[in-house]
């Protein structure tokens, strides 16, 4: 069945198939799933949206996972349509529900990027914390052989861009003298 794989994006994938352990296997989708619909990520705005010094931040986030969705999910995926690697040669090796959108660009990933970077700068403190999970998620997508890693290369470099786009346009928000 892998004879014919010629590209370096399945070459990657199939090496991963051949690392998996049931523990890994377990945390990889834990990981995934506190990416999906930037759960994780709102989790981290809400309490932050919610105190006059941290909304900024909050916001920042907010703004960053709607531009990173919108550029990803609705824009460039709709145009592109490239089929999941999943849906394909390594549909034996999925370890989640079949996703049913299409693969480029790793929406998880732009969202996961778009996030550590607007809290580069806003919330610096947060910004390690937020890339390493950021980098967890984008790595999971490759690991349960959603997407193929252009995908999450492209997404993360989007997710850097909407991540930078986010911050002033949540600093042009006039509420962070609100007290809750």
Known sequence: MFERIQSWDDRILLKLTTKRTPALNRFMVIITY???????????????????????????IVF????????SEVTIKNIVRRVRPCKKEF?????IKNPP????????????????????FTCQYLFVPALILAALIAFSRLYLTVHYP????????LGVLCGIAAVPVASSIPVFDLKF
Do not use: C, K
């Open 34 to 60: 506190a990416g999906n619909s930037g759960v994780v990520w709102f989790a981290m705005a809400l309490p932050m949206l919610l105190m006059n010094d941290f909304r900024l931040g909050g916001f920042s």
């Open 64 to 71: 960053a996972m709607f531009f990173g969705w919108l550029v």
């Open 91 to 95: 549909e034996e090796y999925l370890l």
């Open 101 to 120: 959108q299409y693969s480029f660009p790793s929406g998880h990933s732009a969202t996961s990027f778009a996030v550590s970077t607007a809290l580069l």
């Open 150 to 157: 252009t995908d999450v290369i492209v997404g993360a470099l």
